[in-house]
């Protein structure tokens, strides 16, 4: 079964822009979970999607958005970009939500901003 | 306090010794606890969940749960030079999101 895919996997941006990135999940699975990894702050949680819908959301300023699609498919989008948004941005995919369930990890996009 | 502390090492032990790798907790309706091994440059790589009180094994992994006292524990036997990574706690609070811990370095010495 193939994992976790998120494209693209470097980027490179500049101050003020706005990016997008993409994650597919693992067949079956219908939640996905966003994180932002950095080496002052770890993994922090930016949110989480099920059936289309936001479930949670962690405490991120309003720049960070997110949608997910009909096949499970998720977006993420960053706007006005920030020196301080450059890190590497985790997708997670789970069957379901709650948190209960073992979440799995993708290779990541590594955001640059300058 | 934060919500999940580990100890951020690095913890440096000789191969074939054994890892004891701590995590604490500050909510007490945590249900799921997870540990993640993370190489240098990679993603996250889940290694073990548990949920109940007591121990629970896979292979040379044992993760321990002890939830009156809010902390959870990794064991690694037998550690090799490949264990060598950053291990991250992660428990699903009461509110169901998962929160990380900033990880501990392990090195294992050959």
């Known amino acids: 079964k193939a994992g976790v895919t998120q494209t693209p996997r470097y980027l490179i941006k500049t101050r003020g822009q706005q990016v997008t990135l993409s994650c597919s999940p693992i067949s079956g699975h219908r939640s996905v979970s966003w994180y932002q990894q950095t080496p002052g702050q770890g993994l922090q949680f930016l949110f989480e999607?099920?059936?289309?819908?936001?479930?949670n959301k962690g405490n991120f300023p309003g720049r960070f958005s997110g949608r997910q699609f009909s096949n499970s498919r998720s977006e993420m989008n960053v706007s006005t970009l920030e020196l301080g948004d450059s890190a590497l941005y985790l997708c997670?995919?789970?069957?379901?939500?709650?948190?209960?369930?073992?979440?799995?990890f993708g290779p990541g996009t590594r955001l640059t901003v300058t | 306090q934060k919500e999940v502390e580990q100890n951020s090492g690095p913890l440096s032990v000789p191969e074939g010794a054994i890892a004891s790798l701590n995590c604490t907790y500050s909510?007490?309706?945590?249900?799921?606890f997870f540990w993640y091994r993370q190489y240098s440059g990679k993603s996250p790589e889940l290694i073990m969940f548990i949920y109940s009180n007591g121990d629970k094994e896979d292979g040379r992994f044992t993760a321990q749960l002890n939830k009156a006292s809010q902390y959870v524990s990794l064991l690694i036997r037998d550690s090799q030079p490949s264990d060598s990574a950053t291990y991250l706690c992660a428990v699903t609070g009461g509110n169901e999101k998962l929160t990380f811990g900033t990880g501990t370095r392990l090195t294992i010495i050959p």
């Open positions: 997670a995919s789970s069957l379901a939500p709650t948190g209960a369930y073992e979440q799995y």
């Open positions: 999607y099920f059936s289309e819908t936001q479930r």
């Open positions: 909510d007490r309706g945590s249900q799921s």
